[in-house]
């Protein structure tokens, strides 16, 4: 076998081991995949791809792309993607991360709960008291003071789908202060929210 070959089946073993592991660890964890009812008006998280590299690198010039991984939440679909500019030498650096979450309805239980309501409870859940209302395209969101200096973020929903959008910027050795991290989440989530 050549080196190709083995090259081939390495990658196919390894992608059959992680959703081995994934569709073993959610029946483990008792979280069967859910699948999106006709109400439902996203069936699917959003991919990295709906978010162009000008969109990015026009936010944190020089960032490049770190993490895109989408998989299945219990009963909904989740996308992770970052980019970050860190180890740049000249000028500002930053890190922009978007966590979109498409939660589907829930039928186990003697009520349904849409998934809208689903995406509702999951944001009120995960806004802080000190979080400032943000008008977006698609409504409103909530901006907050990360815990980390330099952070901005930021979460809002639409239909069944919830955004959360988080941002940490740094110039030179200093982090960049709250009203410059607040305006790129802002401006992310509003480009986001038009892609939508």
Do not use: K
């Amino acid at each position: 076998m050549g080196p190709l070959a083995r090259t081939a089946v390495i990658g196919v073993g390894t992608v059959v081991l992680s959703a081995v592991a994934i569709g073993g660890g959610l029946w483990l964890a008792g979280d069967v995949p859910g699948v999106p009812e006709s109400g439902d008006v996203h069936a699917a998280a959003p991919g990295c791809g709906m978010v162009s590299d000008e969109l990015v690198t026009g936010l944190v010039p020089g960032a490049v792309p770190e993490t895109s991984e989408q998989g299945p939440l219990a009963n909904g679909d989740s996308t992770v993607c970052s980019w970050s500019s860190a180890g740049l030498t000249d000028g500002p650096q930053g890190a922009l991360r978007v966590h979109l979450s498409a939660r589907f309805t829930d039928t186990t239980g003697e009520e349904p709960v849409t998934g809208v309501r689903r995406a509702q409870e999951a944001y009120a859940a995960m806004v802080p008291v000190r979080g400032e209302s943000v008008e977006l395209p698609v409504g409103e969101g909530q901006v907050w003071r990360g815990q980390v200096p330099g952070t901005a973020e930021l979460a809002f929903h639409i239909d069944n789908l919830l955004v959360w959008v988080s941002y940490a910027g740094s110039s030179g050795s200093e982090p960049v202060d709250f009203g410059d991290a607040r305006s790129v989440a802002v401006e992310f989530a509003r480009q986001i929210g038009e892609a939508l």
